[in-house]
């Protein structure tokens, strides 16, 4: 066929791999890590690996990033077709997994843009937020009252769990013993991040069914649908007992469900379920992530932790004369003006985004990069983490954080440079970027400023030991998880 013809004539680096296994066996248990290694070795900005019997382009520094998808944003445009993640999304009726030339996708998207992770909606979840930083400093105040360290990992991934948690269903969940919602998302996560042989090599599916995989989703993906049944059933009765106003985003859902403009996209049950699994697989991990990664970069550089603790301290004071709601906590109104904590979560997100490798894209059409053609159904892999390491993006101190470097940015509250810059990628880029830009934002700043504001930090054991050492899961987060000493600072 033509494609085939096509890309015999491309001559992008192609590691000698294994028969049947391709390079697979090359990807190591990091595989960001490993692929950034061998690209660095080979001097290849782009070159093109064989995971089983798929073809894969794998893209390490801002310029082969730029390369790739300005001239071709729609061809990059797609995604693959993977067995778990099908399987969980109801057939990619979501908008992670769907495929873009379908009419679903496009409006899912604009809507989700528009209802459901617009700046206005998420503005309208700030009472969750400040409610959920104000439990988080509780726990943490509480637990480290003996002067014992709190695993402050498990404690930030259970109040991004809770805040995603109540905007997708409210808060009235919890009460219900016939199903741990808790357990159920924490097995859907391991699946989609678990090694499906299927989706390498076909003809080896099996091997799937052998290690209990298969059996293992289809009880998992029963569990989520009766959650999301009765999550479902009781939004409607909720809404029919009560003239209720729009509390979270299953009502959001439920209304464009109803209303006929968006009733060809909404008007299945299986696409609001499909959406709600985008929501808790896409919005947890990633932001408690975030503040894991920036707490620890702050622990291995005090300097950096006293600038972020006194700007935080001084705008907070500023800010709070005249409130009468002073409890001693950062409100959203006070985020505003944390210029240097912005720097600072955005450094951390540079030298570890919680998706190194972005999550990936396929070809939907041949295109050409750098001359070479690369077919259609070519599996595309952006190393964000390799990009954000990127010497000539960032200079030969590129592996040093120093938040400073972000300075000459004017607007931090805006997000378009993170789209833009092909140097700072960690939300993606294009159209298929991440609508959940603002939600995170949101969740991220607030939480790190209120544990900068309230506590003074320290490890364990005194010093600057923090490791950095990584594990894979849906995202990169700690091997080991973040203990600290946390001091409350007395609120007069
Ligand atoms: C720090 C937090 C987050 C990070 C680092 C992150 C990262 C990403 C990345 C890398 C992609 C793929 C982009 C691409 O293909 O170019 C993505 C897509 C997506 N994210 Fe996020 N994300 C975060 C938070 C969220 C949140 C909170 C939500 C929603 C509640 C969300 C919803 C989505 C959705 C729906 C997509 C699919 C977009 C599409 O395919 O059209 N994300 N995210």
Request: hydrophobic share 40%; aromatic share 6%.
């Amino acid at each position: 066929s033509s494609t085939k013809s096509k890309s015999r004539t491309t001559s992008l680096p192609r590691p000698r791999g294994l028969p049947i296994i391709g390079n697979l066996h090359q990807l190591g248990a990091l595989p960001h890590n490993s692929l950034a290694a061998l690209s660095a070795r080979l001097g290849a900005p782009l070159m093109l690996l064989r995971l089983g019997s798929v073809p894969a382009l794998v893209v390490s520094t801002a310029d082969a990033l730029r390369a790739v998808f300005q001239p071709n944003d729609r061809a990059m445009s797609g995604r693959p077709v993977q067995y778990a993640a099908a399987r969980i999304t109801y057939g990619m009726r979501d908008i992670v997994f769907s495929h873009p030339d379908g009419a679903f996708w496009r409006s899912a998207r604009r809507a989700s843009l528009s209802e459901l992770l617009g700046a206005p909606r998420v503005r309208g979840f700030r009472g969750v937020r400040e409610g959920e930083a104000a439990a988080l400093v509780d726990a943490v105040a509480d637990e480290s009252r003996a002067g014992s360290p709190v695993n402050l990992s498990e404690k930030v991934m259970a109040t991004s769990n809770k805040i995603v948690r109540r905007v997708a269903f409210g808060d009235d969940e919890e009460g219900d013993e016939s199903i741990d919602a808790g357990a159920v998302l924490e097995e859907t996560q391991y699946l989609l991040g678990a090694f499906f042989v299927v989706d390498y090599i076909p003809w080896l599916g099996w091997i799937d069914t052998l290690r209990g995989l298969r059996r293992r989703l289809e009880k998992n993906f029963r569990e989520l649908d009766a959650f999301y049944e009765r999550v479902i059933d009781d939004h409607i009765k909720k809404k029919r007992g009560e003239e209720s106003k729009e509390q979270d985003l299953v009502d959001v859902l439920l209304r464009l469900h109803d209303d006929p403009a968006h009733g060809s996209t909404f008007g299945n049950r299986s696409h609001l379920k499909g959406i709600l699994t985008d929501m808790f697989i896409a919005g947890t991990d990633t932001a408690s992530a975030t503040v894991e990664w920036t707490m620890t970069e702050l622990l291995r550089h005090p300097d950096v932790l006293a600038k972020a603790q006194n700007e935080v301290r001084s705008v907070v004071v500023v800010a709070g004369n005249g409130r009468d709601d002073d409890d001693g906590m950062v409100r959203e109104a006070d985020v505003p003006g944390l210029t240097y904590l912005k720097q600072v979560i955005r450094e951390a997100m540079r030298l570890h985004p919680p998706v190194p490798i972005l999550v990936p894209r396929e070809t939907i059409e041949p295109c050409t990069v750098y001359g070479h053609a690369i077919p259609a159904g070519t599996r595309v892999l952006v190393n964000a983490k390799a990009i954000g390491l990127d010497p000539a993006a960032w200079g030969p101190d590129a592996a040093a954080f120093l938040p400073e470097r972000h300075e000459e940015i004017d607007d931090l509250s805006d997000h378009k440079p993170w789209h833009d810059s092909f140097a700072l990628v960690p939300f993606g880029v294009g159209r298929r970027s991440c609508p959940g830009v603002h939600f995170a934002t949101a969740v991220v700043e607030l939480l790190l400023a209120n544990l900068l504001f309230c506590f003074d930090w320290r490890t364990p054991a005194g010093g600057q030991q923090v490791d950095v050492e990584e594990e894979i899961g849906l995202t990169v987060h700690r091997k080991n998880p973040l203990v600290l000493v946390a001091e409350r600072r007395a609120v007069k």
